[in-house]
């Protein structure tokens, strides 16, 4: 790896884990509360006392993107982890069934993989309705289909492996053959699709909030404080900004891990 490589991995490694210390122990990063108001100090701009400045209710913007890692970046990994989970089982049945099932499998897989994840999000939440739990549910949906694809890809190719096809013939049955010789590499495989996927989760489920269908008021979530300010963009630019930030850093930073072990693996000179 080289040195430039190497300093931007390290970067964006520290970015995820401030944005874990801000999401586990937001007390560590400021005494105040992300619900408290004071009306005297509404959009006062970055300062000692609120280096991020004041929403319009004099709710200190720092304290809120603080908290709001909780739950915009809980939201995204959330909706990751299931989408891992679901993809592998269904990926691994699919490439392990008979071939009439497996068709079925990927036909379904490929009509919504034609469609934009964030539309088919948007879709699943116009149906279920607004609300954090839904907004990880639509997110979750939507990104299932590239888990099926990429768990139903690696399957089909290590059972046809020679390694399979040795404990086979050794006597060894196919369901613990799968466990040890097929399940670690897909597993393997997914986790590096899952940690680009992390970004584009959180991605989503800010974008959702922005459009009004996630949390509600006065949650503390990105996706809402940056929709929150953008009516007084021109007067107090800081309460989008921040917010929007964070988002970015946070996306920016988990692609990068991503595609940097996905490099790796792959075993491409990096």
């Given at each position: 790896m080289s040195i430039a490589r190497r300093a931007l991995l390290t970067i964006a490694l520290v970015v995820l884990a401030v944005i874990a210390a801000m999401a586990l122990a937001p007390a560590l990063f400021t005494s105040l509360d992300?619900?408290?108001?004071?009306?005297?100090?509404?959009?006062?701009p970055p300062s000692a006392a609120h280096p991020f400045g004041t929403d319009q209710s004099g709710r200190d913007v720092f304290t809120r993107v603080v908290y709001g890692a909780s739950r915009s970046a809980g939201i995204g990994l959330l909706a990751t982890t299931l989408a891992f989970t679901i993809g592998l089982v269904i990926g691994a049945l699919s490439g392990s069934a008979p071939r009439l099932v497996d068709a079925a499998t990927m036909r379904a897989t490929d009509v919504l993989l034609a469609f934009p994840e964030f539309l088919i999000a948007l879709v699943v939440v116009a149906?279920?309705?607004?609300?954090?739990?839904?907004?990880?549910?639509?997110?979750?949906?939507?990104?299932?289909?590239?888990?099926?694809?990429?768990?139903?890809?690696?399957?089909?190719?290590l059972l046809q492996a020679e390694h399979v096809e040795a404990a086979r013939i050794l006597g060894v049955r196919a369901f613990p053959a799968f466990l040890r010789h097929v399940a670690?590499?897909?597993?393997?495989?997914?986790?590096?699709?899952?940690?680009?996927?992390?970004?584009?989760?959180?991605?989503?489920?800010?974008?959702?909030?922005?459009?009004?269908l996630g949390p509600t008021e006065p949650t503390p979530e990105w996706g809402l404080m940056l929709s929150g300010g953008r009516n007084v963009l021109g007067q107090a630019w800081w309460i989008s900004l921040f917010p929007g930030l964070a988002i970015t850093l946070t996306v920016v930073a988990a692609t990068v891990v991503g595609r940097l072990l996905r490099a790796r693996t792959e075993g491409r000179s990096l």
């Open positions: 992300p619900l408290t108001t004071d009306v005297r100090a509404a959009l006062e149906i279920l309705g607004p609300g954090p739990v839904n907004i990880a549910v639509a997110v979750t949906i939507a990104a299932v289909p590239v888990y099926v694809r990429l768990a139903r890809a690696q399957t089909r190719t670690p590499s897909v597993v393997g495989a997914l986790s590096v699709l899952a940690t680009i996927g992390i970004g584009s989760s959180i991605l989503a489920a800010a974008g959702l909030s922005f459009l009004g």
